[in-house]
C-alpha cells in the first residue's frame, strides 16, 4: 500500500453510498479551505474508487480516517516549510496538510501514472499551486526536481529504515521526516533508533498528533536528517 490509500478490494462502487459532509472538527481544521477539502473529498469517494485508490468501503470514513487525519500533522510542520510527499498515491497527507496550512509550499511525489493523473486532477480541480512530480523519492531525477526540501512527508509508505533510505538525496542536513505510522509501528520506534541514527537521522521520537480530532487522532515519527562532522560522522 503506497500513500495509505486503501486498495479497491474488488467491490462495485455504490452509487448509493452518499459522501459525508464536513464536520465542526473540519470546518475548525480547514478554515477557509473547507469547500477545497471537501471537494477533495468527493474526488476520492468518486474517481478515487473508481481508479482503486481508495477503497470503496472507506467512503463513509474518509473525513477522520484520512483527510482529517492527515491534516493533523499540519502542528509539527515549520511554519512556510517546503514540504515534499513522497508515495503520495492518493494525496495522503499531502494534500489535507497544505489545505490546512496554505502557507507551506507542496510538491507530491508519486511513481505509478494512474496516481500521479489522479493528483493532476486535483491540482486542476482545486486551483492549487502545489507541484506533482512522477518518479520515486530515491531517484536522482526526483531529487532535482524536487529542489531544496524542508520537510518530507510519508504515510504507510514503507518501515522507518526503508523509507529513510529512500529519501536520503532529498533530506539534507537540517531537513526533517515525518512519517504517519499506526500503533504498531509507533511501538517499534525505541527499538529502531540505533538503526536510524546510524543511517544519519537525529532526534527520533513518536508525537501524538490531533488529540482534539477524536477519532481522527494519529500518532507520527519525527526525524532529523543530522549534519555531518569533518570525520565523516554525524554531528548533532
Request: proline fraction near 8%; aromatic fraction near 2%; glycine fraction near 10%.
Amino acid at each position: 500500500m503506497t500513500g495509505a490509500e486503501g486498495q479497491s478490494d474488488g467491490a462495485p462502487v455504490d452509487p448509493s453510498v452518499a459522501v459525508p459532509e464536513p464536520s465542526a472538527a473540519a470546518v475548525a481544521v480547514f478554515g477557509p479551505a473547507v469547500d477545497q477539502a471537501a471537494r477533495y473529498v468527493a474526488m476520492l469517494a468518486g474517481d478515487g474508487v473508481v481508479r482503486g485508490l481508495i477503497g470503496p468501503r472507506e467512503v463513509p470514513r474518509l473525513w477522520d480516517r484520512h483527510v482529517l487525519n492527515s491534516a493533523a500533522l499540519a502542528e509539527v510542520v515549520p511554519q512556510g516549510a517546503r514540504v515534499v510527499d513522497v508515495g503520495s498515491g492518493a494525496g495522503l497527507p499531502g494534500v489535507p496538510l497544505a489545505l490546512a496550512r496554505p502557507d507551506l509550499t507542496l510538491t507530491l511525489v508519486e511513481p505509478m501514472a494512474r496516481r500521479v493523473e489522479f493528483l493532476q486532477d486535483v491540482v486542476t480541480e482545486l486551483g492549487a499551486p502545489w507541484r506533482v512530480v512522477r518518479g520515486r523519492a530515491e531517484e536522482r531525477s526526483v531529487v532535482r526536481a524536487v529542489g531544496p526540501v524542508d520537510v518530507v512527508t510519508a504515510r504507510a509508505v514503507a518501515p522507518l529504515p526503508r523509507l529513510v533510505g529512500w529519501c536520503r538525496g532529498l533530506l539534507a542536513p537540517g531537513a526533517q521526516l515525518i512519517a504517519l505510522v499506526g500503533a504498531r509501528a509507533a511501538a517499534e520506534v525505541p527499538d529502531l533508533v540505533p538503526e536510524l541514527e546510524a543511517a544519519g537521522m537525529r532526534d527520533v521520537h513518536t508525537r501524538a498528533v490531533g488529540v482534539e480530532l477524536g477519532a481522527a487522532a494519529t500518532t507520527v515519527v519525527l526525524m532529523t536528517r543530522a549534519h555531518t562532522s569533518r570525520s565523516g560522522r554525524s554531528a548533532g
